[in-house]
């Protein structure tokens, strides 16, 4: 009776402790996990600096001004620094008005390289 009890314990446990280890790893501010892209998110690579009007601009390898905004990710911490983040992009670019995309930041990390000013 006891070694029944015990294999039913083992067989309804093991399977809640594993699905509950098995989930999606959320996106992380700073060092750690790997990044990972959710639902309409991209992943940009750029120089992050501010522009006259105090906003904050990613200017990534192209020269594409993307203007960024988070209140979950503390922007300043970063700025002069080439970094790479993740963001759900508001508006689509426009080349001939020279708009830059707006990025709700979700996520940002360091980045190799240098940022030229």
Request: glycine fraction near 10%; charged fraction near 15%; aromatic fraction near 4%.
């Amino acid at each position: 009776m006891k070694e029944r009890f015990l294999l039913l314990t083992v067989l309804l446990v093991t399977p809640a402790l594993v699905s509950s280890q098995t989930g999606a790893p959320k996106a992380t501010q700073g060092h750690g996990p790997p990044m990972h892209l959710g639902h309409n998110q991209s992943a940009l690579t750029g120089c992050l600096l501010k522009n006259p009007h105090g906003e904050y601009v990613l200017v990534d390898e192209k020269g594409i001004h993307n203007l960024l905004y988070s209140s979950t990710v503390p922007l300043d911490t970063y700025l002069g620094q080439s970094v790479t983040l993740i963001g759900e992009r508001s508006a689509t670019p426009s080349t001939d008005t020279g708009t830059a995309r707006l990025i709700k930041v979700v996520d940002l990390r360091p980045a190799s390289g240098k940022c030229s000013k």
